[in-house]
């Protein structure tokens, strides 16, 4: 049966994004089978993206895009979509995180959310209990992309070591997810540290926080709680974050020991292991 629902275009960036693929595919004169199978999908699936019902992927996007030579409007409107379905309170951080030239963080509890696998943001997110765990995931990824802009965001990142050592998601997840972490290395903008247990007392135990940096913007500092973020731009907050983060950067490992670290928690901690008959693998 045609999925048929009457949408606001006006009401969300994903209401629009339905009903301008319900009128495209309409003018194309293509039933939701016909533009299903051209892009390797249900009709259903089309039914539910029309009717707002089901949230559009990048891959599905561009595809639709191909299929309908609509000149990339999809694919450039998705990113809109895939925005909204942050929690509100982080929407705010999410764009001006796009606009920064520059991003120092601090992670105590888990990977930096712009370098983390699909497996991982999956687990990370899944641990909140959310009903619409696919989008988040959909939109953490999305995120990603200004990593591969033609001018992108210096990034720089301090992690605890207790982040190698805590196995979210299991041991395949987080293997891959450490080797993610060493592929980073070959990414000249991207920078990470550990913070090794070694160092014990540091100049940020109160938590992880984020600076980003911006052409001719001032500063902000981001922190979250258990329910929502922070960002401000107090000059004496971000003078104290620079300081704080200055001595988190002095204290860490060096970028080359620290990728040692990591691959060496990889092996040891989540190398594949030899069953009775077998032989170790790593």
């Not at 991207?190 to 109160?206: D, K, N, T, W, Y």
Request: net charge negative; hydrophobic share 40%.
């Amino acid at each position: 049966m045609v999925n048929i629902r009457d949408l606001d275009p006006s009401a969300s960036p994903l209401d629009y994004y339905g009903s301008e693929l319900r009128r495209l595919r309409e003018e194309a004169k293509l039933k939701q089978e016909d533009l299903g199978g051209i892009v390797f999908c249900t009709g259903s699936l089309i039914g539910q993206i029309e009717t707002a019902r089901k949230v559009p992927t990048r891959d599905f996007s561009e595809r639709i895009d191909a299929a309908l030579g609509t000149g990339g409007m999809f694919s450039r409107l998705v990113g809109l979509v895939l925005r909204c379905q942050l929690p509100t309170w982080f929407q705010a951080y999410a764009d001006m995180e796009a606009r920064a030239t520059y991003l120092a963080t601090y992670q105590a509890q888990v990977v930096y959310g712009l370098l983390q696998t699909e497996a991982y943001a999956r687990a990370v997110l899944a641990s909140g209990m959310p009903e619409n765990l696919d989008e988040l995931v959909a939109a953490r990824l999305e995120r990603h992309r200004i990593l591969r802009r033609e001018r992108p965001p210096v990034v720089w990142v301090v992690l605890d070591e207790a982040v190698l050592h805590r196995p979210i998601g299991g041991r395949e997840v987080m293997r891959n997810q450490l080797a993610h972490l060493l592929g980073m290395r070959e990414d000249r903008w991207v920078q990470v540290q550990v913070l090794p247990f070694s160092v014990g007392e540091h100049a940020s135990l109160i938590g992880s926080f984020n600076t980003l940096r911006f052409d001719g913007d001032p500063d902000l500092v981001y922190t979250e709680d258990v329910m929502s973020g922070r960002m401000t731009a107090n000059p004496d907050t971000v003078r104290e974050s620079a300081l704080r983060y200055a001595h988190l950067q002095a204290a860490a490992l060096s970028v080359e020991d620290s990728a040692a670290l990591i691959a060496r928690v990889m092996e040891e901690q989540y190398g594949y292991q030899s069953g009775p008959d077998q032989r170790a693998l790593a």
